[in-house]
Nanobody, 127 residues
């Protein structure tokens, strides 16, 4: 089992920044990829960013490129998402996820590749 705990969400004005963190515990001696997804009210969960097991590869949804930066510290079992130039449409619950399957070495954006999920942290961007 793996436990994922997100932190760092909150209320920010448009144009502002937030830094989300995800701490993993439990089965963290294995190799695993990690990702961020988000879900706004009435919408499906969507891909935000992903990072491979080694941290050598990253991927971002098109609307996040240039604004968001995802990183991980394998020694601390943490992942961080720096979000800049936030927009009201970025308002959502942000979820951290871990991928222990055959695609652990990829920065996969496929929701079905992820085995474990955090509880989510709310990000609200006011206009």
């Amino acid at each position: 089992q793996v436990q994922l705990v997100e932190s760092g969400g909150g209320l920010v004005q448009a144009g502002g920044s937030l830094r989300l963190s995800c701490a993993a515990s439990g089965r963290t001696d294995s190799k695993y990829g990690m990702g961020w997804f988000r879900q706004a009210p009435g919408k499906e969960r969507e891909f935000v960013a992903a990072i491979s097991g080694t941290g050598g590869s990253t991927d971002y949804a098109d609307s996040m490129k240039g604004r968001f930066t995802n990183s991980r510290d394998n020694a601390k079992n943490t992942m961080n998402l720096q979000m800049n130039s936030l927009k009201p449409e970025d308002t959502a619950v942000y979820y951290c996820a871990a991928n222990f399957g055959v695609r652990w070495s990829y920065a996969t954006r496929r929701l079905i590749d992820y085995d474990y999920w955090g509880q989510g942290t709310q990000v609200t961007v006011s206009s």
